[in-house]
């Protein structure tokens, strides 16, 4: 990628996106330089290009959701594809062999990219290598979640115009989630300086070599913070010996105006949603202007167009 | 709307339809004279416009409801919106704040109309207040359900071409009813003399200040009747306290032919559906030339198409 | 149809499609030769034309499908229809009347073509009768699935160049099968010798009228055969008093590479989804070069682009 040509435009090499552990900063820019275009689609007002006419997305969820289903499936519909959702239930989660036959099945629908999300780390990166279609990760157990990061890197980009040398603290359950997993790989590689917060029951062992600070508590990270990032209490996923209680974590990482005092003057508060209001952020710091919550779900739908503009082989912004 | 111009259009000036006891007679009209044009599109070969092409609605019900969604997700397709169904299982339904933050997600998501369905009255407007995005309330709890209550007034104006002076009487759960209640506000704007009959139990008390006559007994209602409207007997609402068993409801106050004899000659059946076969209405009724039950499905898409035509800012029939 | 014209182009005469025990080889014939043209367009970068543009599909589905549900939807969108999906839960089965009130809303709603999938026999063609839109049958009990019979029909044709003569033997659970019902009215009309076999609970008694041979051992059955249609053994319908377990079915029925050698060197291995691996199938064979069940998905949208472009009063290839 160190060639320079006129136009300035690269395709994007891979068949999938699976994780953001695996992508060069170079793709990891190309995305995101790609994205301020599609970002400028939504503000015409007719939001809607014909780049993936004809071609078939397929929504497969194996756990329930609204937010990433539907983001992808304006997305989608922005470029004018045909989109299929299925979800599938919970209770009927197939194993090894079903799943592969589902996704074979797929295929041979002339599906070219299918989004999946599924309980289970490493399922789309199997799938991947069993199918032609584009696989898109839209989460994997506790793994990765790369879409969710790149958007939330485009959204910091957008306000604070380069990613290097930034600190950035994401708090809450690191151990368990995949957005913490994803925007650490993608903020690293871009230069960031990343730190981790939350109970010590709830950051994973040896997450320092992934090239983090970690702090158990909030004040010390949130210390001339230029970004904070707060995760989701997922109250089905912790495990109740983990953590006393929601009223106990509230008290000791809970955000609120008092103690965002100490992070950096234009600081920016992120969060995936949804929000758990007077959780993990009190209601006047989640509205305040502080928060860029609204910002990241209006990116997700230019980044998840770069993405899927970029996996079906159209050339991207260098 | 005294003005006399050529064109003789006129801009629907409201961001929301939230119901239709905030409407003027003028507004009315406007969206039911422009309905007419709408009418004619279903009855071309291609019945699709390209209107709201690149804006995206999204039906957000926070009940279930497959007739309702249905219709709006025709309707918007017809004018080559994108549309987002999100239904919100009645176990999860959201509270107070949790409510806020699934709009300015949809907000955020660029949504140009959201169409709401939720239990509680009132809550499409307290949403409309929050967003940009245009709402159209399908139903508020006992509230109103103003798109049913222009199909209706569209439906009668078709068949009897004036409501002015038209005696309607609607029969059944007035209490509970939503459709009832913007039919009542909409009626007595266009001058029809409108009539609520049921068991006592089941007619709101001081009905009578929305300038409707009340009775109980179903004979001494539908004398002389043009229209008569029936309400579906929805089991799950009723408690159990306000009515003895269905058997009784439809030995009172179920229409079968001997008792429609009263009513005008060219009388109007009307039902928004779904029928209870036997219960509110009998089968040979439901089925007669009396009955306009499918035209008001019909009419449904034509109506519904309208709203979202004026909502977005084009100009309707004066 | 004998009548030579230049153009060779029929119109397909009906206005439903309900099974395949109805249809004249001639008819079967156009459907099968059309689809080639609409295998071709599959091929094709962009696989959409503008046929059914301003056409609503409904899909009505009384029990739970994602594939052929999926198919068609995929089918119907690159015809450029607008579709509705409509899932009715199990719970919400509707009897008589309800059924007739669905689909009268349906019409009404202006759909050109209604979808059904109904656990009980018959239901679509009591549907064909009472409105004007075209009804597909997409599986009624343990009736007729004709879709998928056409499906099956072109993957054969599709590798063997014809039907005529060839020895095609379905394994499994026929009694309960609609799959099976319609390729044995449909093979055999075309000139195919269809055998059956599976254990004798699970063989209709009498079958033998529909001019099939039974076979109660899998290796006499398949010996010389061209073609093996496996069937899916639902345990959710096979009652427990008809058959013992799994295990032993799989012992009896169950295809492995072993007992395929007595069967054509060039057999096709069949199966309509989804597989139940190491029950009625091996993986090894699932996935030989004998296995046609990718094809027969593929195949799928483009045999229900035929019937939904031919329904729509378009000509075929004769």
């Given amino acids: 990628?160190?060639?320079?040509?006129?136009?300035?435009?690269?395709?994007?090499?891979?068949?999938?996106?699976?994780?953001?552990?695996?992508?060069?900063?170079?793709?990891?820019?190309?995305?995101?330089?790609?994205?301020?275009?599609f970002r400028e689609i939504s503000e015409r007002p007719i939001k809607k290009v014909p780049t993936l006419r004809g071609k078939t997305l397929v929504n497969l969820f194996y756990e329930p959701s609204t937010r990433t289903r539907t983001s992808f499936e304006i997305a989608a519909k922005r470029l004018s594809a045909d989109i299929i959702n299925i979800n599938v239930p919970q209770s009927s989660i197939v194993k090894g062999e079903g799943l592969k036959d589902t996704v074979k099945t797929i295929?041979?629908?002339?599906?070219?990219?299918?989004?999946?999300?599924?309980?289970?780390?490493?399922?789309?990166h199997i799938l991947a290598h069993m199918v032609k279609s584009s696989i898109i990760n839209a989460g994997d157990g506790a793994h990765?979640?790369?879409?969710?990061?790149?958007?939330?890197?485009?959204?910091?980009?957008?306000?604070?115009?380069?990613?290097?040398?930034?600190?950035?603290?994401?708090?809450?359950?690191?151990?368990?989630s995949r957005v913490a997993r994803s925007n650490i790989f993608g903020l690293t590689k871009m230069g960031a300086k990343v730190c981790v917060c939350g109970p010590p029951t709830l950051i994973p062992p040896k997450v320092e070599q992934l090239k983090v600070e970690v702090y158990y508590k909030l004040e010390e990270a949130i210390k001339d913070a230029d970004v904070i990032m707060?995760?989701?209490?997922?109250?089905?996923?912790?495990?109740?010996?983990?953590?006393?209680?929601?009223?106990?974590?509230?008290?000791?990482y809970g955000l609120n105006k008092e103690r965002l005092r100490v992070a950096s003057q234009d600081v920016l508060v992120m969060h995936p949603g949804p929000i758990n209001r007077g959780i993990?952020?009190?209601?006047?710091v989640a509205d305040s202007h502080y928060s860029v919550i609204c910002d990241q779900v209006r990116n997700g739908i230019a980044v998840r167009m770069t993405v899927l503009y970029l996996l079906s082989g159209n050339r991207g912004r260098l």
């Fill in 280 to 284: 993990e952020i009190t209601p006047d």
């Fill in 1 to 37: 990628m160190n060639e320079v040509v006129d136009v300035r435009l690269k395709v994007f090499g891979r068949k999938d996106l699976l994780g953001l552990q695996d992508l060069h900063p170079d793709e990891i820019r190309l995305i995101l330089d790609t994205a301020r275009s």
């Fill in 230 to 252: 707060l995760l989701r209490m997922q109250l089905e996923r912790q495990c109740p010996n983990l953590f006393p209680t929601l009223l106990e974590y509230t008290k000791l």
């Fill in 144 to 176: 990765e979640h790369p879409t969710q990061g790149l958007i939330d890197m485009f959204t910091i980009l957008e306000k604070k115009g380069s990613l290097e040398g930034l600190r950035i603290v994401i708090v809450g359950d690191i151990l368990h």
């Fill in 107 to 124: 295929e041979a629908m002339e599906a070219s990219i299918v989004v999946i999300r599924h309980g289970q780390a490493g399922v789309p």
